[in-house]
Each structure stands twice: as structure tokens, then as C-alpha cells.
């Protein structure tokens, strides 16, 4: 029982890290932009975020729990949105092809990781790490109820919970308000929407924008929690390959916050498989095999989708598309 606890509990923390990109990745597709820079931008969120949370840390002789949360997240959320912002002058008013300079994105956020790293790392070492700020970010806000079968849902920092505020907030806002309705519009006809005077300029960038600043909390989320704050000079790669996940969890989600929820969890599971199985269940399992897992649920899910072809299951009609205004 006590593996079994420990196998939920790693799943959820890692599941929470993928749900802030998945989250964002949503939004923005929602427009109608597909960003495969969700990978980059996470990157760059994990680089600035650290970064703002580190120097802050090491600068000052009395650090503050309130102004390190602050200036982490802020950080990594004015980053990410400023990459989000490239992506959108790149694909919405330049027009250029969505997956090249989502891709180009993911190599330019890896590659720029990297290099705010070399001013954080001390020189001769590989790694540095923000304690206090690992300690504040990673609080058990509930620490009294942590207890026994407990453990599973109380044993977290304060980023836990926040994200699946964000996942019941998007969904409320995509559903209930008048803007998110238009967003939904705008990334399912474009032209249809623009004839009905909604600035589909506007929500594109914007929804790209604020899109790619939560993908950038989860960043920040990875290294100063997940990851113990420590920043290592391979942080990017590992970042890199667990933020496609988030991607294959929107579609996984059927492109609905309400999902992720508990689809980031399930590929948690999946992905930790592993490490747990032979000590749960006494079976052997080869460990790359049980890191495909998540990748081939969602595969399974596109199949049962298109034999289905249910619209609410299906992503925007425009992703991926550049909307030329003069054809309408």
C-alpha cells in the first residue's frame, strides 16, 4: 500500500507539471493556433522563472516566502508571454506556417534556456540550487492532513492546487462568458466570426499570449518544486521532453480544461508505471515501454474519436490554419 501511495502521489505532482502546458496549449488552440512551441516556452518559463527566484534568493540577507512566489511566477509568466507574443506577431500577423515557428519556438526556448543558465550556474559546476525558494514552493499547504491514504491528496505546494483552479477557470470562461464563446468562434470560423465583428486579431494573440504564460508557470513549477530547485545544465532537455506530453494531452483531453484534470493524472500514472509496477503488482516492466504509455492512450483516443466522429470531440476547425482576412 505504502509504494502505491508513493506511485499516486509522484504521478500528481508530475501530471500537475504537464497540466499548466496543456492548459495553455488549449487555449491557444482554442483560437485556432497550433503552437508546438509549447516545449520552448515552457523552457524559457523554467529559465526566468528560476532565475528571478534565484537571484532574488542569493541577493538578499532576509528573502521574503511572499516576494520569492511573486517574483518566480511573475517571471516566468512575463517570459512565456513575451515568447507567446512572438509566436502570434509570427503566425497571426505575418502569416507564416504555424508548425515550422511552433518548432522553430521549441528549439530557440531550449537553446535560450541554456544560455540564461550559464549565469546562474557557478563556473566549474553543473547545477545550482534555490533552497529556500524549493522550500517555499514546495509547503505542504495541507501538512495536517497528510497522513496515511491522506498523502495522496493533501501532501503538495501551493502549485498543485493552483493548476486545477486555472483547469475549472478555463473552462468556466470557454463555456460561460461571452468572450470565451467568442474565442471558441474565432477558432472554429475565422472568417465567420470576423463578419460578426469579433477582432479575431486580438483573441488570437491573446489567447496565445496568456496561453503560453501558464504553459511558463508550469516551467517554473517543474524546477523550483518537481524538481527540488535545482537548475542543471541538461534542465532544458529534460524540460523539452515532458512538455510534449502536455500536447499530446490536449488532444488526449478532447481540447476540454475539464479533462486535463484527470487525463494529466492518468499519464502521470502511466509514465511512473515503471518505477512502481514490479513493487505493486510484482510484474517486470521494461521502463521505456512504460514512457510510451501516455503516448499510445492518446493515440487509442484519436482512433475511438475519429470512428466517433463527434464534433465536441473534435479539435477547431481553423487549427493550424492562417486566417487571411482578404479572402473572406
Not at 501532501?155 to 470557454?174: D, E, R
Not at 503560453?212 to 527540488?228: A, E, H
Amino acid at each position: 500500500m505504502e509504494n502505491l501511495i508513493v506511485w499516486l502521489t509522484r504521478a500528481i505532482i508530475f501530471g500537475s507539471v504537464i497540466m499548466y502546458g496543456a492548459i495553455g496549449e488549449t487555449l491557444t488552440e482554442k483560437a485556432g493556433n497550433l503552437n508546438l512551441g509549447t516545449p520552448g516556452i515552457m523552457c524559457i518559463g523554467a529559465a526566468f522563472g528560476f532565475s528571478g527566484a534565484y537571484l532574488y534568493q542569493t541577493g538578499t540577507d532576509n528573502p521574503s516566502a511572499v516576494l520569492i512566489i511573486i517574483i518566480g511566477l511573475v517571471c516566468a509568466f512575463a517570459a512565456s508571454f513575451l515568447a507567446g507574443a512572438l509566436y502570434s506577431l509570427l503566425t497571426t500577423t505575418l502569416r507564416v506556417n504555424q508548425n515550422i515557428t511552433g518548432l522553430t519556438l521549441t528549439i530557440f526556448g531550449v537553446g535560450l534556456s541554456k544560455f540564461v543558465g550559464t549565469f546562474i550556474i557557478p563556473e566549474g559546476s553543473t547545477s545550482t540550487k534555490a533552497d529556500f525558494a524549493n522550500e517555499v514552493f514546495s509547503y505542504k499547504i495541507f501538512g495536517a492532513l497528510s497522513k496515511g491514504f491522506g498523502q495522496v491528496f493533501f501532501s503538495y505546494g501551493f502549485m498543485m492546487y493552483l493548476v486545477i483552479i486555472i483547469a475549472v477557470a478555463a473552462t468556466l470562461f470557454l463555456n460561460k462568458t461571452k468572450a470565451g464563446l467568442n474565442l471558441r468562434a474565432v477558432g472554429e470560423s475565422p472568417a465567420t466570426a470576423d463578419a460578426a465583428g469579433i477582432n479575431v486579431t486580438k483573441y488570437k494573440y491573446l489567447a496565445t499570449c496568456i496561453g503560453s504564460g501558464i504553459t511558463g508557470l508550469g516551467g517554473v513549477y517543474y524546477v523550483l518544486d518537481y524538481n527540488y530547485g535545482t537548475w542543471a545544465t541538461a534542465a532544458g532537455d529534460a524540460i523539452e521532453a515532458l512538455a510534449w506530453l502536455s500536447v499530446a494531452l490536449v488532444i488526449f483531453a478532447t481540447w476540454k480544461p475539464i479533462n486535463l484534470i484527470w487525463g494529466s493524472y492518468i499519464f502521470g500514472f502511466c509514465y511512473w508505471a515503471y518505477n512502481y509496477v514490479p513493487s505493486v503488482l510484482g510484474w517486470n516492466i521494461n521502463s521505456f515501454i512504460a514512457q510510451m504509455l501516455p503516448y499510445v492512450v492518446t493515440i487509442i483516443v484519436l482512433i475511438i474519436g475519429s470512428v466517433r466522429k463527434k464534433k465536441e470531440n473534435q479539435g477547431p476547425a481553423s487549427l493550424g490554419l492562417s486566417y487571411f482576412r482578404e479572402e473572406r
